[in-house]
């Protein structure tokens, strides 16, 4: 069964960079769309990017400046970077699998458990 | 960006109830849309894909429905390990958007 554990610092000082990890297991990376998604305590949820395991990314506008999404094959991981973080960015982040079901049909369908960061001084 | 508006933002049932959410976007999405549960402390999960496709091992009491912008996730007897928080999320293109969500409460 397919599995992703997100690990990385659960705290972030203001102004440096978020980063965080996901490894997969279970399943080779070299395949289907890897997804960060996050949720501020008591908020909605918001899709941060992914990365396909062709290399092409694709990122949010609203984080676009400040966001980085790749992979590591080797150790079948994908990572997040973003920089010049604010209280703003404190929140869950969620690595999750986007799946190409069938085709033009596709499904976020496999979530890690979720990694809470906090930044503050 | 597309915008994702569920309705209702929270609502009260009791075990038994027939259940309903609807999730509206800003302009026509196809089919492309996902519904998802969230219970405190866990990661959401896929209840329905494609609007209307029951994905693996979901009980057949949850059922989507809707095309172009207005979509509608029905519980059809609500029993007590459904009350959780419920996401909407539009997968006709990036930036892949969510619904604020409905949090369903015991009454």
């Known amino acids: 069964q397919v599995q992703l554990q997100e690990s990385g610092p659960g705290l972030v000082k203001p102004s440096e960079t978020l980063s965080l990890t996901c490894t997969v297991s279970?399943?080779?990376?070299?395949?289907?769309?890897w997804n960060w998604i996050r949720q501020p305590p008591g908020k909605g949820v918001e899709w941060i990017g992914y990365v396909h395991y062709s290399g092409n990314t694709n990122y949010n506008p609203s984080l676009k400046s400040r966001v980085t999404i790749s992979l590591d094959t080797s150790k079948n991981q994908f990572s997040l970077k973003l920089s010049s973080v604010t209280a703003a960015d404190t929140a869950m982040y969620y690595c999750?699998?986007?799946?190409?079901?069938?085709?033009?049909?596709?499904?976020?369908?496999?979530w890690g458990q979720g990694t809470t960061v906090t930044v503050s001084s | 960006a597309i915008q994702m508006t569920q309705s209702p933002s929270s609502l009260s049932a009791s075990v038994g109830d027939r259940v309903t959410i609807t999730c509206r976007a800003s302009?026509?999405?196809?089919?492309?849309l996902g519904w998802y549960q969230q219970k405190p402390g866990r990661s959401p999960k896929l209840l329905i894909y494609?609007?209307?496709t029951l994905h693996s091992g979901v009980p057949s009491r949850f059922s989507g429905s809707g095309s172009g912008t207005d979509f509608t996730l029905t519980i059809s007897s609500l029993q007590p390990e459904d009350f959780a928080t419920y996401y909407c999320l539009q997968d006709y293109n990036y930036p892949l958007t969510f619904g604020g969500g409905t949090k369903v409460e015991i009454k």
């Open positions: 494609a609007a209307s």
């Open positions: 999750a699998r986007r799946t190409r079901i069938a085709p033009n049909i596709y499904a976020v369908d496999v």
């Open positions: 302009q026509g999405i196809r089919n492309d």
């Open positions: 279970d399943i080779s990376i070299s395949s289907y769309y």
